[in-house]
Structure formats: C-alpha cells, structure tokens
C-alpha cells in the first residue's frame, strides 16, 4: 500500500508534544541512570526516595499512588529496593496483611549525594534554557499533567 493513500498524515515527531516530552524523559533517565548507579539505585527508584526523603513511613498503596505506577509496578520496586537494602518494611499493627515502607539506614546515608546527583542533572537541564523559561516550561508541563490526570 502506498502511504499517501493513507487518510491521516504523520505529524513531524519535533512537533509531536507526546514524542518531545517522551524523548526528553528518556534522556533525563538515561543521565539519571548514570549519575545514579554508583549509588545503587536507578531513575525509575526515585519516586520511592522523593515520597520517603522526609522519613516519613508510608504503605506500599500510598507509594504507588505518589508514583502514579500501578500497585504491581511498585511492589516489584520494592522488592528491589529491599533485596539492595534500599528500603525496609514495618508491619502494620492495623492491618497484617499491610507494611509501612521507609528508607533503611544506608539510604538515607545515601541520601545527600542523590539529591546533589538529581540536582546537577536538572541545573544542566534548566542551564540550557534562558531566563523565566524554566519556570514557564515546568507550569507547561504542569498544565498538560492536569489536562490528562483530569477525568471529564
């Protein structure tokens, strides 16, 4: 079949906000990655470390929806970060089925060099930007994550 029979026509992908955002959150993962793995840890684990960082203890169901991940995704997470001695688990004494889910010592040590890795990638991110388009980039994208969280 020739693709000009086709009825729609591809948009150009530098002009797809779906694509461009996409590409943008894979390069960050990538550098995130990076900048992350001597630490023991990797990008998508870092939603767990921003929900625990005020140690606070949380369950599993509130973790996942702070992460917006389904409840599998976060238990396999988990279950990561707890065989890299990343997290620890206290029963809950309400419900025995359930646990509270806190950073363990060694990442909470950790914890200072993550944030100073995640903030030398975002300052190289926002550097390539010029004055308040920073700011206005981040109510954008504010905006367009309301707009697809919204239900009508």
Do not use: C
């Amino acid at each position: 079949m020739n693709i000009d029979s086709k009825p729609y026509k591809w948009q150009p992908r530098e002009q797809s906000l779906g694509y461009m955002i996409n590409w943008a959150a894979r390069l960050f993962a990538r550098e995130m990655d990076d900048a992350l793995r001597p630490f023991g840890l990797m990008s998508g684990q870092l939603p767990v470390f921003f929900a625990l960082a005020d140690g606070k203890p949380l369950a599993q169901r509130d973790l996942a929806q702070l992460a917006a991940v389904e409840q599998s995704t976060m238990a396999k997470t988990l279950a990561r970060m707890e065989r890299d001695g990343l997290i620890q688990r206290t029963p809950d004494p309400k419900d025995r089925r359930s646990a509270f889910i806190s950073l363990s010592p060694l990442a909470e040590e950790r914890l200072p060099d993550i944030a100073a890795a995640v903030a030398a990638i975002n300052a190289r991110s926002h550097a390539a930007l010029a004055g308040e388009d920073s700011a206005h980039l981040l109510e954008l994208l504010r905006r367009v994550i309301k707009g697809l969280t919204d239900t009508a």
